[in-house]
Nanobody, 122 residues
Framework: QVQLVESGGGLVQAGGSLRLSCAASTRSFRSYAMAWFRQAPGKEREFVAAISGDFSSTYYVDSMKDRFTMSRENVKNTVALQMNSLKTEDTAVYYC???????????????WGQGTQVTVSS
């Protein structure tokens, strides 16, 4: 079992930055690929970024890769998502997820956090 807890969401003006964090409770954190997804009101949950347990692979949605950076610290069992140049369309609940292999499909991820709200105002 892996428990995930996100933090760092909030209200920010367009053009601003936020840093989301996710803490995982597992003894085998480095065995898991970690990902961020987001879900806007009335929309499907969509992939944002993912990173493998050994740092060898990192995936991003093309439209976000110039603005978002995902990182992880295996010693601390944490991942982060640095979001810069935020746009109003980035408003969503952001979820942290864990899987035994890296990918972009949400069905691949077995463990999910409760989500953290990010609201970008114009």
């Amino acid at each position: 079992q892996v428990q995930l807890v996100e933090s760092g969401g909030g209200l920010v003006q367009a053009g601003g930055s936020l840093r989301l964090s996710c803490a995982a409770s597992t003894r085998s954190f480095r065995s898991y690929a970690m990902a961020w997804f987001r879900q806007a009101p009335g929309k499907e949950r969509e992939f944002v970024a993912a990173i493998s347990g050994d740092f060898s692979s990192t995936y991003y949605v093309d439209s976000m890769k110039d603005r978002f950076t995902m990182s992880r610290e295996n010693v601390k069992n944490t991942v982060a998502l640095q979001m810069n140049s935020l746009k109003t369309e980035d408003t969503a609940v952001y979820y942290c997820a864990a899987a035994t292999r890296i990918g972009t499909q949400k069905d691949l991820y077995n463990y999910w956090g409760q989500g953290t709200q990010v609201t970008v105002s114009s």
